[in-house]
């Protein structure tokens, strides 16, 4: 799936996310999600929430697998680690740069940096397993 069909995809399968979230590129390194960080994504002290970075990460590696296997609905997160390395400021998006380390038939294995846009500094780093259920043979 490219670019397009994702965010498509996110269209017609989470409309309840879909506005905050927008795949900007995908190929055969990886996948880049940008946030449309908003005020929804914000905690007390002006910064983006350390909950509304996870999510962008998880979004973006579900998506990165998909962009291999097709539209599996079914494909969940089993494990997940993130380190916040730094505070993020409100009113710039941000990106989650992904790469996908291991895609075997049951499982996959991927990575992500979030940064804000226009800085090169982390915020955060994670690593995502995913359980891919079993394919019609």
Do not use: W
């Not at 990165?64 to 609905?73: D, T």
């Amino acid at each position: 799936m490219d670019a397009a069909a994702l965010n498509a995809f996110l269209a017609s399968d989470f409309p309840q996310v879909a506005n905050d979230y927008r795949v900007e590129a995908v190929d055969e390194a990886g996948l880049i999600c940008r946030m449309i960080a908003g005020p929804q994504h914000l905690r007390p002290g002006g910064t983006v929430s350390g909950p509304s970075m996870f999510g962008l990460v998880d979004l973006a590696v579900y998506l990165l697998i998909l962009s291999r296997i097709g539209p599996v609905g079914l494909a969940v997160t089993t494990n997940a680690s993130i380190d916040f390395m730094r505070k993020p400021r409100a009113g710039r998006d941000l990106l989650v740069e992904t790469r996908l380390l291991k895609l075997g038939r049951s499982l996959a294995v991927a990575d992500g940096l979030v940064r804000a846009e226009g800085d090169e500094a982390i915020l955060a780093r994670a690593s995502m397993t995913y359980s891919i259920p079993p394919r019609d043979r």
